[in-house]
């Protein structure tokens, strides 16, 4: 091929930097052919035992392979860190903006071409995703694919959804400590990401949804064969992008993001996607805002029926079409004529996309609910914002709500009194849990929806307002308001709440209130002290002193745009 490629300032080198670019590779068996310009592929692996849902990686690396060999291309497979959400304390979002370093310094600093994303796990993806977006070479992303369904005594579960109801019947005392633990084993049955809509799969579909992998690759389960034909042809086809020099941002563009947001909100996606899609938009340089995800999303109709928001997982919606049949029924609402890593626009990829069962991907004219999309709030009590997912509540009278606050400082305040017969709550209560954002925990945990006190749900009581300025897992439900920006921890308006105020919450009008006294409130900022711990060393304390309040994305302030993929500089 006669176009200059950024690799050939390492391996067509001649003389002595030459021969010290080309020698140690060679003995890992690489014949000199590879070096003859040929496009050299970067298969950026989150692979890791640690990270359960990534465990398989390896093997589709291999498949990947086997595609870029067949086009032309010479592959090189490395890992970056891996962040696995079941296991990581205190929670692997404080290692996504790490993650992302590794990424982009790793694909700058190497002779590199195109990138092969294989991401799984919640936070994997994104961190790659964004580090990527900095050096912003030709890239497609390679999801992992879901877990089979969880089976437990004849009844599909869900992972952590069913995780969430079973520790609720256990406290409530309908479920016995012995099933629980045998439904662990019938939950997690074959490799891949939790299958129920979380993150994972909310940011699978996103990145199909984005342009940014071949189409079709959201839904294939992760043990189902096809999924590693996926992998070939995406092998294959990143030669391609190579060659037609197609960077990240030419496909992920605000146009896309906005497909990305409306599909979000059909698909009833993770309240975390809104963190990760911030995060990336800023690293192409993507003007997109909070206020973005209320605009474009919220007013969009459940269309797929899936836990949590509905009753089926990832299996099902992969037999039903996927989401081309999705992005076919959102036709009137996004735009179908953005090119895509595919080559061609979501138009060509979709056409012939048909539904095989209605009951799990609902067309546009008999959606689940008619507005589905996440709702910023905003108010006194959030200032630059909070979000809702109205499709994950349980009780509707709550989207209208005034009521008493039940305060806890932090998460251990919560879990040390939550169960307390002498707390003073009941279902109209509103409980704020502070300190659980980017900063104050650091690291924003997914706490937000917080266990209901017992005594409540000994009464029956299935949902209560909960607001805090953490997350909660996208497998999570409940009328859980998240996000709270700025968080207690920075001095906000949230950080001075007090026992017994009261709380508006209007999600029809978009308010969060708290309805206190202008004076009262001056008095409180002025008295207020940060309790909670500031670090002094490693990179928790580079997290907390550059973390990005949560209406930004939560990116670290210095990460947010691009460096390019230049490097002038020899090291020898
Ligand atoms: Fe890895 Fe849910 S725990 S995707
Ligand atoms: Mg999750």
Redesign the pocket.
């Known amino acids: 091929m006669g176009k200059k490629l950024r690799s050939h300032d390492w391996f067509l080198r001649s003389g002595k930097m030459g021969f010290m670019y080309r020698t140690w590779l060679r003995n890992q068996g690489i014949p000199d052919h590879e070096f003859d310009g040929r496009p050299v592929i970067g298969i950026c692996n989150t692979w890791s035992e640690l990270?359960?849902?990534n465990a398989h990686f390896r093997e589709f690396a291999e498949y990947i392979k086997r595609g870029v060999y067949e086009a032309g291309g010479f592959p090189l497979e490395f890992p970056i860190m891996s962040m696995?959400?079941?296991l990581m304390k205190p929670t692997a979002m404080l290692f996504r903006n790490l993650a992302s370093m590794d990424a982009e310094e790793t694909i700058r600093a190497n002779p590199l071409d195109g990138i092969v994303i294989i991401g799984?796990?919640?936070k994997t993806t994104p961190s790659a995703l964004m580090g990527a977006a900095s050096v912003d070479l030709p890239t497609i992303v390679v999801s992992g694919g879901a877990m089979l369904n969880g089976k437990f005594r004849g009844k599909d579960i869900g992972?952590?959804t069913d995780i969430w109801k079973f520790s609720e019947e256990v406290r409530a005392g309908r479920m016995s400590e012995d099933d629980f633990r045998e439904a662990e084993g019938c939950m997690s049955r074959s490799c891949g990401?939790?299958m129920t809509m979380?993150?994972?799969s909310s940011m699978a579909i996103l990145v199909e949804a984005l342009g940014m992998s071949l189409s079709g690759n959201a839904a294939i389960p992760a043990p189902d064969s096809r999924r590693k034909v996926l992998c070939h042809e995406s092998g294959i086809r990143i030669v391609e992008m190579v060659k037609e020099d197609q960077k990240i941002s030419d496909i992920i563009t605000k146009e896309s993001m906005i497909n990305a947001i409306v599909v979000n909100a059909a698909v009833g996606g993770s309240t975390n996607i809104i963190l990760h899609l911030l995060a990336i938009a800023g690293r192409v340089g993507i003007d997109l805002k909070l206020d973005d995800f209320d605009k474009y999303g919220s007013h969009i109709p459940l269309l797929v029926n899936m836990m949590p928001s509905g009753k089926f997982l990832m299996e099902e919606f992969y037999y039903a079409g996927g989401l081309p049949v999705v992005l076919n029924e959102l036709k009137d609402h996004i735009n179908l004529d953005l090119i895509t890593a595919t080559g061609k626009t979501h138009r060509e990829n979709i056409s012939g996309a048909e539904c095989y069962n209605q009951e799990v991907i609902a067309p546009m004219d008999n959606p689940l609910i008619n507005n589905a999309g996440i709702v910023v709030l905003k108010g006194n009590l959030a200032e630059n914002g909070a979000v809702i997912k109205p499709s994950a509540v349980i009780d509707q009278r709550l989207l209208q709500h005034t009521g008493p606050a039940v305060v806890f400082e932090n998460i251990e305040d919560l879990h040390n009194r939550i169960d307390d017969l002498d707390l003073e709550i009941d279902e109209n209560s509103i409980i704020v849990l502070k300190n659980v954002g980017p900063k104050g925990f650091p690291g924003m945990p997914e706490v937000g929806n917080t266990p209901l006190p017992k005594k409540l749900l000994e009464k029956g009581i299935t949902d209560m307002i909960r607001i805090s300025d953490g997350r909660m897992s996208g497998?999570a439900y409940g009328s859980v308001i998240l996000h709270v920006s700025p968080e207690a921890a920075v001095g906000g308006t949230f950080g001075i709440v007090k026992e017994g105020d009261m709380i508006e919450v209007d999600v029809k009008n978009r308010k969060l209130e708290l309805l206190v006294s202008e004076e009262e409130l001056k008095e409180r900022k002025a008295n207020w002290k940060l309790k909670e711990k500031v670090y002094t060393r490693g990179y928790v304390s580079i997290y907390q002193e550059h973390v990005n309040q949560a209406h930004l994305g939560a990116d670290f302030d210095k990460l947010v745009g691009n460096s390019g993929k230049e490097v002038s500089r020899d090291g020898f």
């Open positions: 990270t359960p849902c696995g959400e079941p799984g796990c919640d992972s952590g990401h939790c979380g993150t994972a497998t």
